[in-house]
């Protein structure tokens, strides 16, 4: 149930994009169209998991050995590690994919989202597994985000929508109506 618990936490309540304001410039750059936005998401959810896995076993070698200050450090490169065997996948898997997500793939490596579950994980001192359920969470999160994001994006191509308010704008502005609808779910859980 803690883990239910844990997951639901990270993907509504505590949402990383709308709640907490992590990993806003991936979602607003990927979020123009449904499949990249998709594409992304998956990425990222692959990329938390793998490295919130790893930064978990290191962080409890960097507890053993006392060089705990080199934490921010060492989940930087294990997450700048993955990011790029998710490039290299990408490029010999899906290349439709890898070209439509163009420059935004490799900022998956400075999304705050990916270190902040790292270090989350460790000053929260969650178990393996709550560690591995948090990081599903928010990237499930994230997912939602890029989904609802890039519908109603899409839909903003139909209307007629005044030019100072195109592209960005109203992007920033839908993703603050979000927020509030997100900031709803508060006080669910603990």
């Given at each position: 149930m803690r883990l239910f618990l844990i997951l639901l936490s990270a993907m509504l309540v505590n949402n990383y994009v709308f709640v907490r304001f992590l990993g806003i410039c991936p979602a607003l750059g990927v979020s123009k169209k449904t499949s990249t936005a998709v594409g992304m998401g998956i990425a990222v959810i692959f990329v938390l998991v793998i490295s919130s896995a790893l930064s978990w076993l290191l962080d409890l070698l960097l507890i053993a050995l006392n060089l705990e200050f080199l934490k921010t450090i060492v989940f930087i490169l294990v997450i700048a590690t993955f990011v790029q065997f998710v490039e290299a996948f990408l490029k010999k898997t899906n290349h439709a994919l890898y070209e439509a997500m163009g420059i935004y793939l490799p900022l998956i490596t400075t999304n705050c989202i990916i270190l902040g579950i790292a270090i989350l994980n460790s000053?929260?001192?969650?178990?393996?597994?709550?560690?591995?359920?948090?990081?599903?969470?928010?990237?499930?999160?994230?997912?939602?985000?890029?989904?609802?994001?890039?519908?109603?994006?899409?839909?903003?191509?139909?209307?007629?929508?005044?030019?100072?308010?195109?592209?960005l704008p109203i992007a920033l502005i839908t993703a603050s109506i979000l927020s509030l609808a997100f900031t709803g779910f508060q006080g669910m859980i603990k």
């Open positions: 000053t929260a001192k969650y178990t393996f597994m709550e560690s591995i359920f948090n990081a599903l969470g928010a990237g499930m999160g994230f997912l939602l985000a890029l989904i609802i994001l890039s519908g109603i994006r899409e839909r903003f191509e139909l209307y007629d929508v005044p030019r100072p308010f195109q592209n």
